[in-house]
């Protein structure tokens, strides 16, 4: 049985008891344990159920590769399903629950599965559940979805609140194990800003545990002196609990710290998405030991011989009282003498090699061991936990030789190094036949974007396990990262001694044995939460699927929460053996951040209630709501929609509006408008790509009417665009679309034209802007004083700079209304003010301020089409009559070889026109224009839209906009369009330009 042993538990406090239940059963541990080792220390060798056959699982590791000890973790809003007991620090209170079984963990109905194994084959799901059809909704359908997925979804809001935090060093080094260490000690006495990142609570990775001398100290001496060391220094950042999530372009790193995970009453947030920007990375990150394929290896009680070492050391704790030992290499001969010093019972050290092991092998025979070279287990018995091995030679079949008792297997198949952070942003890996791992080719590391080498790797991750070259390569990296970053080192490291006991090579072994039948291969697991097995990867390739990628999908090997961490290679390698191929052949799959999981809160962040989408205000929100504005959602913008007023209703504020505006002088906030600013000697030759008219040629002081279409030739956007001077265009978006744009924008510019000399800004929020329109604008412009806003001195479609009121502003003579109109744009702290002056100087005017739906019926009178409602994403600005603002000129431009393809090119497409209805009614929004005849589907054929309609208060009846099969050749047509209600409404087709055609009105 496992149990808590007198001696051992470096990392714990035996003098605090911690107290905590696991499925509704109480328990105690010590501070310092983990969940993990606080259940082993409780005989909890039982932990969940697999995922396909529901066969018993128990631990096998004690690191984030832990498969099977997946649990929900607390109540209520602290519930979290899916969590690692290994990686999960014991806390007073802590309740954790088991996954993936009914009614019980003990009892589990799903276990039926496991009898049914042989026909539950891996890719069964590809070949069943197909008749007859009608059963897929009813029958097969309801039972998959009740099957998938594993653990609860949580139903309570999260109780806990999470941060995100900004970053920037020299050098960042994941991982703070001697390897790191070394490396971040080095780095920072060489001058460096130095990160230094350790996913556990503790410092020194595997070598206190795994011992070793550096410098004729203990492995733990030297961690104390280093870490005071590097405590010492300024310009260095020492984080625990915090993983290195994932390395992408640019040196940019996500580390993701539990702040308190471990103490969770504490105030404060609980997890810190770190967004980390280094000159150079340093990826110190261990090795991962590598499990056994024999029968029964997934048995509670397996498990790997690092972990059961590692159980004893940190936390004092067996794993059995009697422990079989298997192995291909000599570092599990280190557990078996642990084992032993600690008065545990080691019947027999099974290794894999003819020849054996080294000085480690010779150490543990002095010390009373039986060492059985050339064998094997054939098979592990027991269910629930182990109870015997059956002893065979590898060379074998799997005759069994022998049977031992016993209550727990330690395995070792070898150790691969960490290289998920080295390959997340393009890193090669080499195959180290010696070693049997796959390792990083330093010749081929991830590339920055002046094509060197952002990214080093250290100690055991780079496949080095000989104490003494682990500390000289980790030396090496962070030196070598500090010159890489352009750095000049003031003092030069060396790299402590290290000494170990010298190892013999591992044996290749994939299997165990080497010959075993189909009986013993449909026992063997590779992966152990989705019960794939050896079997099963030579089913694939039998099948065909000799792409790694494709026997991953087809097995679902890797797919688990622990990502193929202990599952890969040896899935890599049965599927080589089975294709009769070298391992590096076959390769591996793709290694994709975050290396393990973290929290949607922590991906989320402050983003959540109030602030997951904060309401964008402008400087003159207060005064709006002052006047008992009407809002509507603009983007993320709140827009006022009109100015009721008492007993007034939103129609007639509207029309109201509308009319004051035209007779005298209206005020519109558009400050939500985008504005981003393009700057640069290429500006205007990335503008002429962006919009579909010309912009190079627009002189300083100037201003143009542009429009943006997608890659696929669709209309996404349109403004008004200004140039600054010989660099510098502003250009004016949709409210809603400015972030989009500017997005846009900059995908292009860093994807495909990153060698252009342009800089952009989205600068929305940093300038207020007011619309001054109607036949009195001029005038109360004048009244304000300070600029030239005459006819001639500022033209229609002209800006300048200038002063209004002793305001600086810039301003432009534009118009959205068609009246005479100017938008003046001031820094935002000043918006409030102009506003002020502007209602107090316009007062003789009747000056009236008017919300969107005023702008949007002003703009439908003049016919000008606004995005999203014009728009829906698959037209095109030939369909809007706006053949006139796209240049003939140009070579190129976003979205012209797409509006050559014959469907875009069409004359017989939908085309926008007016609809004046015969009563003046107004038509319904969205209504459909139908057409005779039934598609195929049944329903009735169309021949057009509606896209935007009013009641007009200037021209007293409803308009409206649509766009209508060859509409513009079908002038005076009359349509019947059908209401939601089942009214008829009758509209003739007239020109889109209701008001002022010629323009005169904003011309004066």
Known sequence: MSTRLSTGGRLLNKGKQVRFAFNGKQFHGFEGDTLASA????????????????????????????????????????????????????????????QNHWPSLEFDIGAVNNKLARFFPAGFYYKTFMAPRAAWKHVFEPIVRQSAGLGRVPKDRDADRYEHYYAFFDVAVIGGGVAGLQAALAAAEAGAKVLLMEQTAHWGGRAPVDGGSIDGGSAEDYVTRTLAKLEAL?????????????????????????????TPDQDGPRHRLWRIRADQIVTATGAIERPLSFAGNDIPGVMLAGAMRDYIVNYGVSTGDRVVVVTNNDDAYRTALVLKQNGLDVPVLLDARPEGGGALAEEARAAGIRVENGKAISKVKGGKRVTGVAICTQAGEGATLEEIACDAVAMSGGWSPVVHLWSHCGGKLTWDEAQAHFRPDPSRPPLGAEGQGFVKVAGAANGEFDLGAILKDATDAGLSAVTAAGLKPKSKAEAPTG?????????????????AG?????????????????????????EGYESVEHTKRYTTLGMATDQGKLSNINGLATLAHSLNVDIPQVGTTTFRPPYTPISMGAIAGEARAETFQPLRRTPMHDWHEAQNAFFEPVGHWRRPYCYPRQGESHAEAVSREINQTRAALGLLDASTLGKIIVKGPDAGKFLDMMYTNMMSSLKPGKCRYGLMCSENGFLIDDGVVARIDEDTFLCHTT?????????????????????????????????????????KAREVLEK????????????????ADGELAGIPVRAYRISFSGELSYEIAVPASLGRALWDKLLEAGAEFNVMPYGTEALHVMRAEKGFIMIGDETDGTVIPQDLGLNWAISKKKEDFLGKRAQLRSHMADPNRWKLVGLETLDGAVLPDGAYVPASGNNANGQRNTQGRVTSTYHSPTLGKGIAMALVHNGPDRMGEVLEIPGTDGTIYKARICDPVFFDKDGEKQNV
């Open 735 to 775: 409210t809603g679309g400015a972030d989009r744009i500017h997005g846009h924008m900059e995908e292009w510019l860093q994807t495909e034209w990153w060698d252009w000399k342009v800089y952009t800004a989205n600068v929305t929020e940093q300038y207020a802007q007011i619309a001054v329109v109607g036949p």
């Open 784 to 799: 304000l004083g300070g600029m030239d806003v005459s006819k001639d001195g500022l033209k229609f479609m002209e800006w």
């Open 234 to 262: 300024d310009n260095v950042t020492l984080r625990t609990r915090m993983m290195g999530a994932g390395v992408y372009d640019h040196g940019y790193l996500l580390g993701y710290e539990r702040l308190t995970d471990h």
């Open 499 to 515: 000494e170990t006991l010298a190892e013999a090579n591992p044996a290749a072994v994939w299997l165990m044995p080497q010959g």
């Open 518 to 542: 189909p009986e013993l291969r449909m026992k063997a697991f590779l992966d152990y939460q989705n019960d794939v097995k050896v079997s099963d990867v030579m089913l694939a390739a039998q």
């Open 39 to 98: 259940l082993l220390a409780n005989d909890q060798m039982l932990v969940g159920r697999s995922f396909k056959y529901h066969r018993p699982r128990g631990i096998v590791a004690s690191g984030a590769e832990e498969p099977n000890a997946i649990l929900g973790l607390g109540l209520g809003g602290k519930f979290e399903p899916n969590q690692r007991a290994t990686t999960t620090e014991l806390f007073e209170g802590l309740n954790c629950s088991s």
